[in-house]
């Protein structure tokens, strides 16, 4: 393994722009033998547009990330390619025929060849020339310029992820494809080459979309989030209306922690144990799920709010995690502090609560 650092922070040659086209899902299904991956999907990016695709592990998710590339054909329905059918009832379009670059979890880079010869894999109809060229240019726009005599298992794991976007740009494709592409560096890396690969898909203006099981990956490189539980995208946006003004109690737990306390709608608020929360969309009666971030607890001098009492204390680096008994609650709570030295287990104390870091939820039928 090279002792290259695994992001260089020196200038990139600018990544040349792609034509971008829309990609687009129209009523999809897929199923393996008897069981049903996808259930009815539609929704179309933009050109140009980064969109993640997220949720929990067999949702579906790389199931449709496969019937983009033709690695699948759909049980039902259509992909479109800039409004032409590329998969579907009446058409099918090879995978090496779509313009759609693609970019695995493991990387999928052979050993044998070189890292040029990795990135030089992917480019078809040029002469032996031209297609080094485009290669070592595109080595170039990730910062392995200096690489790409080298082997892939020379590499660190960060480096052989840039190989692989290289690979995966070098073609100028209208459409790129990343199936988990930073599942597998240590998170000291990952921040660093999510950022460069960011900046690399901005220069290259290709439509790109992206599965993740991260929702601070989705938030941190999407223009916009689809959600998917069960084969269904249940919500679609951007990541800051996902994460403030989600839509179900299933996408406000998938992007944050939460404190749940169950309680009843009267007069348009749910009274809890930490005060009364207005409901103003759920109807009188209704049996109710108030959500609180724990970042929305913050601790007070005993007498100030609601008394409490601390039962645990971790440092997390830049907060602090308290658990903290309250009188009328059958579980304590979670509360992420900043400058909280002082507060140690046993200590009484009063919590009160940000308004801001509240959400309101029907309880889910049983």
């Given at each position: 393994m090279t002792d290259v650092p695994a992001v260089s922070r020196k200038p990139r040659t600018p990544t040349p722009a792609s034509i971008a086209a829309s990609l687009a899902f129209d009523s999809i299904r897929h199923a393996y033998g008897a069981v049903e991956s996808v259930r009815g999907v539609s929704f179309e990016i933009a050109p140009g547009e980064v969109v993640a695709l997220i949720g929990n592990s067999g949702c579906g998710k790389t199931t449709l990330l496969r019937l983009a590339a033709g690695l699948e054909r759909p049980t039902a329905g259509r992909v479109l390619l800039d409004g032409r059918e590329?998969?579907?009832?009446?058409?099918?379009?090879?995978?090496?025929?779509?313009?759609?670059?693609?970019?695995?979890?493991?990387?999928?880079?052979?050993?044998?060849?070189?890292?040029?010869?990795?990135?030089?894999?992917?480019?078809?109809?040029?002469?032996?020339?031209?297609?080094e060229r485009q290669a070592r240019s595109a080595l170039e726009r990730v910062s392995l310029g200096p690489l790409a005599d080298e082997y892939p298992h020379m590499l660190s794991g960060g480096e052989q992820q840039r190989v692989a976007l290289a690979r995966a740009i070098a073609p100028r494709p209208a459409v790129i494809l990343m199936d988990e592409p930073f599942?597998?560096?240590?998170?000291?890396?990952?921040?660093?080459?999510?950022?460069?690969?960011?900046?690399?898909?901005?220069?290259?203006?290709?439509?790109?979309?992206?599965?993740t099981h991260d929702p601070e990956e989705a938030m941190r490189m999407a223009d916009r989030i689809a959600l998917m539980r069960a084969g269904q995208i249940i919500e679609m946006g951007d990541p800051a209306e996902l994460y403030r003004r989600p839509a179900t109690l299933f996408a406000a737990r998938f992007f944050s922690e939460m404190n749940e306390i169950a309680g009843e709608v009267r007069s348009g608020k749910v009274e809890t144990p930490l005060g009364a929360f207005a409901a103003p969309e759920l109807p009188e009666g209704t049996a109710a799920i108030v959500c609180i971030r724990p970042q929305g607890l913050r601790l007070r001098p005993a007498g100030q709010a609601i008394p409490g009492r601390i039962v645990s204390h971790r440092h997390l680096g830049e907060v602090d995690l308290f658990e903290i008994v309250v009188s009328g609650l059958d579980a304590p709570v979670?509360?992420?502090?900043?400058?909280?030295?002082?507060?140690?287990?046993?200590?009484?104390?009063?919590?009160?609560?940000?308004?801001?870091?509240?959400?309101?939820?029907?309880a889910p039928q049983p």
């Open positions: 590329i998969s579907g009832e009446r058409a099918f379009v090879p995978p090496e025929r779509r313009g759609i670059g693609l970019m695995f979890q493991d990387y999928a880079l052979f050993p044998h060849l070189t890292n040029l010869e990795n990135v030089m894999f992917g480019l078809h109809g040029l002469s032996r020339a031209d297609s599942s597998g560096l240590d998170r000291r890396l990952r921040d660093a080459v999510r950022s460069d690969t960011l900046a690399i898909l901005r220069e290259a203006r290709a439509t790109c979309l992206i599965v979670l509360a992420r502090v900043r400058d909280s030295a002082s507060q140690a287990p046993g200590d009484d104390i009063a919590v009160e609560v940000d308004p801001a870091e509240v959400l309101v939820f029907g």
